[in-house]
């Protein structure tokens, strides 16, 4: 859970996954919503796959997908990842979605000590 009173930095979403033949070359994309599906992020987060299971990342620690965060988009209601694929004849297999949303606390004072 995030806290509302902090900043959201970025978002990460590691995929493992793969191609079920090696005919042709097939592509994984990830894409984001904070409004439980009405709205996903825009396409570009794409990548080449393979026959081998290969652990992918999108976005990261400073990566905020081309959109501002709140806290209340990460709800359970509010917040869903739709993976995208052109396999080109052949399936796409994912066997695992991890999500990580990078926060720090915003406000507060500077601190300092008093004079006695």
């Known amino acids: 859970m995030v806290p509302s009173s902090n900043q959201i ?6 995929l493992e996954a793969s191609q ?7 592509f ?14 825009t396409s570009g987060k794409n990548t080449e796959t393979g026959v081998t299971d290969v652990v992918f990342t999108f976005g990261g620690q400073t990566d905020l997908w081309g959109r501002t965060w709140s ?3 990460f709800s359970n209601a ?7 694929g052109d ?3 052949t399936t ?11 926060h720090q606390a915003i406000g ?3 601190g300092g000590g008093g004079a006695i």
């Open 108 to 110: 507060g004072s500077s």
């Open 71 to 73: 806290a209340a988009d």
């Open 92 to 102: 796409l297999q994912v066997d695992a979605i991890q999500v990580r949303v990078y």
């Open 9 to 14: 930095t970025g978002v990460a979403v590691k």
């Open 87 to 89: 396999s080109f004849g």
């Open 20 to 26: 079920n033949v090696d005919s042709g070359i097939g």
């Open 28 to 41: 994984i994309g990830v894409e984001l919503s904070w409004n439980g599906g009405a709205t996903f992020t």
């Open 78 to 84: 509010n917040f869903s990842v739709r993976i995208t």
